[in-house]
């Protein structure tokens, strides 16, 4: 299969939410240092958005369908929600209108926790040499 890039930089909560679903899955990918309104980022991304994504001819924008399409397209287990009514939820939770209001919403606490979660595996598996 293609590589599958992540293209986005590293400060971006919306990049890391994209790369804690390739991890949690067991996806391997290449992670590309991009700015947002850079060529490469606005040759994906209308409005020169991070996080964008490549995977051989095909390119993506928006986290949450770059997670959708990783989470179809690979091998792992399924990591977005199937059911109609968690769909909805979750769309609003994540939506950016929510998330702009208020900085300690459950979603926003989420993301800083799984983070924080793969942080401190990395940095486990680093010292353990794993
Ligand atoms: N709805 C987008 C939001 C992405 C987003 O706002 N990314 C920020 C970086 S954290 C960005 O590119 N900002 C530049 C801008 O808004 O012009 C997504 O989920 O991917």
């Known amino acids: 299969m293609a ?11 919306f990049v890391w939410v994209t790369r804690i679903l390739c991890t949690e899955k067991g996806v ?3 992670h590309v240092q991009a700015l947002p309104h850079t060529p490469e980022v ?3 991304h209308p409005f020169g958005k991070i996080p964008v994504m490549r995977h051989g001819d095909v390119t993506l924008c928006e986290s949450r369908a770059i997670c959708r399409y990783i989470d179809s397209v690979f091998d792992g287990p399924s990591l977005m ?3 109609p009514v ?4 979750s769309s609003e939770r994540t939506s950016p209108k929510r998330l702009s209001v208020t900085m ?3 979603c926003f606490g989420l ?3 799984c983070i924080a979660q793969l ?3 990395m940095c486990s598996s680093l010292t353990s040499g794993a």
């Not at 590589?3 to 909560?13: E, H, K, M, Y």
């Open 119 to 121: 942080s401190a595996r």
């Open 111 to 113: 993301r800083i926790s």
């Open 42 to 44: 606005d040759a994906i």
């Open 3 to 13: 590589d599958l890039q992540i293209i986005g930089g590293s400060p971006s909560n």
């Open 104 to 106: 300690t919403s459950n």
């Open 28 to 30: 391997p990918y290449q």
């Open 86 to 89: 968690i769909i909805a939820a």
């Open 81 to 83: 929600p199937s059911e």
